[in-house]
Every structure is written in structure tokens, then in C-alpha cells.
């Protein structure tokens, strides 16, 4: 190859032996800044977006780069591809200024009074980085006024990662939302059935998910129907067999039809509880403790270093408030014991339950409870 250049030295048959590899890094910085001009500019715009009657111009080949929407619209023949002009049909113009801002430039600014047109038309037009930027600031704005707003958006738009981060919100304050009015007069029959069956539901008490599901029941003569759909998911045998047979089964035999059935569920908890030994052949998700942590626990064992008395408590440790709670009482004194968890079960077997750690003084004795 002859140089276009004179040179007094003529040129070796090769340079060099060796090859480098240069890459210019801003190179798509550069040609986005460059595309961006141009379209502020009008300069090589081949296509005017249009919604609420205010256009958008901007660059065809981009706008299929960017979007499988914008993509098919131009390649398979459809009349669009050959409009001056394209009216996107449900989406509005404050959304489309600023998906169409965020493709050229990679900015999105996101604020209560822009999120739901830009949702709307990021989802429409298929601009899923935009879809996932507004979940995240979605998220980051979630509280007890707007959460079942936010829900229903989920919904509407299959979101699941703000669905899944709105459930757990709920979750962790189940307590306090299930019988605010709105939460009773508006949360769907599946995501209360979703969250009563969850072992990750804050609660202080089974009474308390049966009282709020017994609620929501009770709104409307319509939800009945639902009786057994949602008091399937109580877990009847967590609840004391006194309490069961006093409380439990009156308020469900007065407040729901008889054919719901529901009586039945208070019924199998009753001889869950009439029946010890065979409650490791009776196990269903009725009778699953419902866990959220780990917790730790201190069961029985000597109370003072000199060993002269023996104990029974079982405590469990409050992290928030750093301090021992009381979880239970044993049946009798002891130290020495093995402890274990089973199945969410908690396990004390053998030990002494005397001062003397002598034979006569060990037990041979296994204790259950759930915690």
C-alpha cells in the first residue's frame, strides 16, 4: 500500500511485529451525546412520537435498538413504519418525554407527580430498565397510606419484584394493618389467604390472625362463601384446646353459616389436642409453628454458682429490647438436660432434677412444647 504522503526514508516491508488492541471507552457515550444533539437539534429525526396531542421526534433505528416495542412496529410491516408521524395510543406525554429523555441520555427523574405516566408508557413501550427504576423508587417510597395503592399497581402491571417487596411490608406489620378499615375493606381474598398461611406473618397470637380473618369475613354477606378458603390457613391446633372448646368454636358456629363447613377445622384441632401421643402422626400445616427468626433460648438449669437451686423457667431472647423474656415454665426443675429442636419443636431429655447429680437423681424424662 502506497502512503499518500512523501517520505525521504522508504518505507520497511513491516512496521513491527507486534499487535495492540486500542478501544475508545466513551465511544457510546460520544454517539449518544451526539444522537441526542441531533434530536434537540431536528436534525436526522425520521419519525414524530405523538400522545396528548405533543410530540416527541426522534430517530427510528434508535428507537428499535432500544425497544422490541419500537422494533416490531418498524420491521414487520406495520403502517407505522412508514408514518411521518406515530400517535402511541395510551401513553401520555409527560411519560414519553421522559422514557424517550432516559434513552437518550440514560437520566430519569422520578417523583409523585411523574411515576404513574412513566410506569404506564415505560411498560407500554417494553422499556423494562425504566420499568425496574421506578419499582425501586416505588419501594423506596412504600408506607401504611399507599401500600394497597401501590399493590393494586403491581397487580396491573405484573410487577412482581414491588408485589413481592409489598407483601413483605405487609407481613412484617400484620398486626396493625389487618384490622385498619382499609386493609379489611380492600385487600383481595388471595393475598389474605397468602398471607394467613405465611410463617413469616407478625403476630402476637393465632387468636389474632383468626380475629382478623373472622373480620374480613364478616364485611360483606358475599364473602361467606369464602369461609373455608381463608380459615384453612389459621392453624387451629396452635390455639389452646380450653380456648378452642370457650371461645373459638362459639364465635365461628355464630358469625358463619353452618355450611361453610369451618366448624370442622376447630373439630380436627380439638382431637389434635385430645390425642398427645399421636400428635407426631397428625401433623399438617395446621400444626406447623409459624416461625420468622431464629430465637435463642434458655432452658432450666442451675440458678447460682454455689448450685443450691435448681430451675425451671425457659426464656427466650427479646434482640430489640436486649433482654431475657419468659418463654414457658418445664413441668419440673432441672439441670444437666439436653435440648434440641425438631420439626420446630423444642426437646428436654433426661438431666437431674435434684441438687445431688448422684444415679438416683437423674431423670429419664422427655419433654415437647412448641415455642
Not at 388471595?190 to 398461611?197: A, E, G, H, N, R
Amino acid at each position: 500500500m502506497e502512503s499518500s504522503k512523501q517520505t525521504r526514508v522508504s518505507r520497511p516491508h513491516k512496521i513491527s511485529e507486534s499487535s495492540k488492541l486500542y478501544r475508545w471507552i466513551d465511544l457510546s457515550c460520544f454517539i449518544l451525546q451526539r444522537l441526542n444533539d441531533q434530536r434537540q437539534s431536528g436534525h436526522f429525526c425520521d419519525v414524530v412520537l405523538v400522545a396528548d396531542d405533543q410530540t416527541v421526534p426522534a430517530h427510528r433505528n434508535f428507537l428499535s435498538a432500544c425497544s422490541d416495542y419500537f422494533n416490531s412496529m418498524f420491521t414487520i410491516g406495520m403502517k407505522e413504519a412508514h408514518q411521518k408521524e406515530v400517535e402511541l395510543v395510551g401513553a401520555s406525554f409527560i411519560g414519553l418525554k421522559a422514557v424517550v429523555d432516559f434513552l437518550y441520555t440514560g437520566d430519569l427523574t422520578l417523583d409523585g407527580g411523574n411515576i404513574d405516566y412513566v410506569l404506564e408508557t415505560a411498560h407500554l413501550l417494553q422499556i423494562w430498565k425504566v420499568v425496574d427504576f421506578c419499582c425501586e423508587y416505588l419501594e423506596n417510597e412504600v408506607n401504611e397510606d399507599n401500600y394497597l395503592y401501590l399493590q393494586e399497581l403491581a397487580s396491573i402491571y405484573s410487577l412482581e419484584r414491588l408485589g413481592c417487596y409489598i407483601d413483605s411490608f405487609i407481613l412484617r406489620s400484620y398486626s396493625t394493618f389487618s384490622f385498619t378499615t382499609a386493609f379489611l375493606h380492600n385487600i383481595p381474598l388471595q393475598k389474605l389467604c397468602q398471607y394467613l398461611l405465611s410463617s413469616q406473618v407478625q403476630h402476637n397470637s393465632e387468636h389474632d390472625l383468626l380475629q382478623s380473618a373472622l373480620q374480613w369475613l364478616t364485611q360483606c354477606p358475599q364473602r361467606e362463601t369464602h369461609s373455608y378458603q381463608v380459615l384453612q390457613n389459621i392453624r387451629f391446633q396452635l390455639i389452646s384446646k380450653s380456648d378452642l372448646l370457650h371461645q373459638v368454636k362459639p364465635a365461628i358456629c355464630s358469625l358463619l353459616p353452618k355450611e361453610s363447613n369451618c366448624e370442622c377445622l376447630v373439630e380436627e384441632a380439638i382431637y389434635y389436642h385430645n390425642n398427645v401421643a399421636a400428635q407426631p402422626l397428625l401433623q399438617n400445616i395446621r400444626s406447623t409453628l409459624r416461625f420468622g427468626t431464629e430465637r435463642l433460648l434458655f432452658v432450666g438449669g442451675e440458678v447460682s454458682e454455689q448450685c443450691l437451686e435448681l430451675s425451671d423457667d425457659v426464656y427466650n431472647l427479646d434482640i430489640e429490647k436486649e433482654q431475657w423474656m419468659s418463654e414457658t415454665q418445664l413441668p419440673a426443675r432441672r439441670s444437666h438436660h439436653c435440648v434440641t429442636s425438631l420439626g420446630n419443636f423444642v426437646y428436654v431429655a433426661g438431666g437431674s432434677f435434684s441438687r445431688d447429680n448422684g444415679g438416683d437423681a437423674a431423670s429419664n424424662l422427655l419433654y415437647r412444647w412448641p415455642p
